[in-house]
């Protein structure tokens, strides 16, 4: 290939890498589960990257191939490893895998227009209402890079239809002191969000949280009265529905009632909890998500599509509309099937302008899989999680720190002699959590309750099994009897 064939393939040079992109992401994923789950990045290597000069010339795409297997497919951080249990992390579905290709070869924007990818979003968006069980018509949604951006589009909207002059004014010239309620177990992109949309982390009021870490809804209630008398503007209850921490559900319903009872914004974060509500265990627990307001749900977390992919939902579409468009006439449109410009465009709905065509990879993978397909295998994480549980509840090292909610398993090492002593254990489990981490043969993260340090593992893997849960359990006991000072 010569330089100028660089911008022009031909059919035959497209196959050919084509075909060994293919072979590496299939040596890629099945040699993953035989490899350590995680390494750390050697340190050449680290100085390579950082001392790599900018390419003048360019080089050949085989010499790139080689150099990507060796220096940076062979350096993952494990996700996709069957024993891989940390943060909220899946393996990619590979429909979806090649999905991400598929869209990049068409590369439209889904601002908006009258072509296929924007119809697929909005069917996309569809299914989810139907997953959920929310409004269809009057009803809008969006595909985002995640449940973060989610969480911010969801406020915004909230934002604006509380204050409605907030666009002209900003939060500068406000009467009342425009406040949220969180749970002090929810996410930090809550607070990001209301931090960035000028609300300031003073006025969020974090209510505790009981002793299965649940929002207290009384005291959320007495929140919002005492913040009406006292003259504030109760804004939005962000709810989780879910904890990424621990997978604790807020009691939805009865957020709901508070949120309606006081004329406040019901948002939920359903970022990884959502697509529970598939389940039969979680289904009643998690029907309060069609009575939100606005709503955050990750199809790159339990829906396993490659990240990112990140869906809001909002009640008032028109409200979402008002709360960002800001097109010029020229491309402000209401609906045209037989035009150009289609239904009224994405890029009103939210922050982005040019925006990718994620929709692709979440639409392959609800057509591949169905919606029985992702029950199954939602049910599947959910039993693990019970094996993982009952495993350290008949261990007699280890203990579950809270009951497990959804499919994350929180527990700490206690043996007997150390046990009451809670400087030490926290001090024991840091080192024993780093010490799985680094050796490679399970990953876990963390998570700190009611000042405990645990360990902390969120089953959320299709190619995770029963041995790869008992190998977890084995090698914590193991690695934490080998720890020195433990007797
Ligand atoms: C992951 C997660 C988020 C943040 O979503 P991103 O996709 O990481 O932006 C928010 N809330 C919960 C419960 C999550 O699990």
């Not at 064939?5 to 992109?21: A, F, H, L």
């Not at 697929?120 to 968006?125: I, K």
Request: charged share 25%; hydrophobic share 40%.
């Amino acid at each position: 290939m010569d330089d100028n064939d660089k911008w022009n393939w031909s059919n035959d040079e497209i196959r050919r890498v084509g075909y060994r992109v293919v072979d590496l992401i299939s040596d890629y994923l099945t040699a993953l589960p035989g490899r350590p789950v995680f390494r750390p990045c050697p340190p050449e290597l680290i100085d390579d990257f950082a001392d790599g000069p900018l390419p003048r010339a360019g080089e050949g795409v085989d010499a790139l191939l080689d150099e990507f297997a060796s220096k940076v497919a062979a350096h993952p951080f494990g996700n996709g490893h069957p024993r891989f249990f940390g943060w909220v992390n899946s393996p990619p579905t590979i429909i979806g895998v090649f999905a991400e290709a598929l869209a990049a070869a068409m590369n439209p924007s889904c601002a908006g227009g009258n072509h296929a990818a924007v119809y697929v979003e909005r069917q996309v968006l569809g299914w989810f209402k139907k997953l959920i069980g929310f409004p269809e018509s009057g009803s809008m949604g969006l595909l985002v890079s995640g449940g973060s951006m989610a969480t911010l589009t969801g406020l915004a909207v909230a934002r604006h239809v509380k204050l409605p002059d907030v666009r002209k004014d900003g939060m500068q010239t406000l009467p009342r002191r425009a406040v949220a309620y969180a749970s002090a177990e929810g996410h930090t992109c809550i607070r990001k969000a209301l931090e960035l949309l000028g609300f300031g982390s003073d006025n969020i009021r974090f209510i505790p949280v009981d002793d299965s870490l649940k929002m207290r809804v009384p005291q959320l209630e007495e929140a919002i009265r005492r913040d009406r008398e006292g003259g504030n503007l109760p804004v939005v209850v962000a709810a989780s529905a879910g904890t990424a921490s621990t997978g604790t559900i807020d009691p939805l319903h009865d957020i709901r009632d508070v949120c309606r009872r006081h004329d406040v914004w019901f948002h939920v974060d359903a970022a990884y909890g959502g697509p529970a509500v598939l389940t039969a265990r979680y289904k009643d627990e998690l029907s309060a998500l069609k009575d939100a307001d606005s709503l955050a749900l990750d199809p790159h977390k339990w829906m396993y599509v490659p990240v990112e992919a990140g869906l809001s939902l909002v009640r008032d579409g028109a409200a979402m509309r008002d709360a960002f468009s800001l097109v010029p006439p020229y491309i402000r449109t209401d609906g045209n099937s037989a035009g150009v410009l289609g239904p009224p465009w994405f890029s009103e709905y939210g922050v982005q302008q040019t925006r990718g065509f994620r929709a692709l990879k979440v639409w392959m993978a609800l057509k591949f899989h169905g919606v029985d397909g992702y029950t199954a295998s939602i049910e599947r994480d959910l039993s693990l999680a019970d094996r993982l549980a009952e495993r350290v509840r008949r261990s007699g090292d280890l203990q579950l720190v809270v009951e497990p909610s959804l499919s994350i398993v929180c527990f700490r090492y206690a043996p007997a002699p150390l046990r009451g002593d809670e400087e030490k254990l926290n001090a024991i489990n840091k080192r024993l959590l780093e010490a799985v981490q680094l050796g490679g043969t399970a990953f876990l993260s963390s998570t700190v309750i009611r000042g405990a340090f645990c360990l902390r593992a969120c089953v959320i893997n299709h190619r995770t099994a029963e041995e790869d849960i008992d190998l977890l359990v084995d090698h914590i006991e193991r690695v934490a009897g080998g720890l020195p000072g433990v007797t």
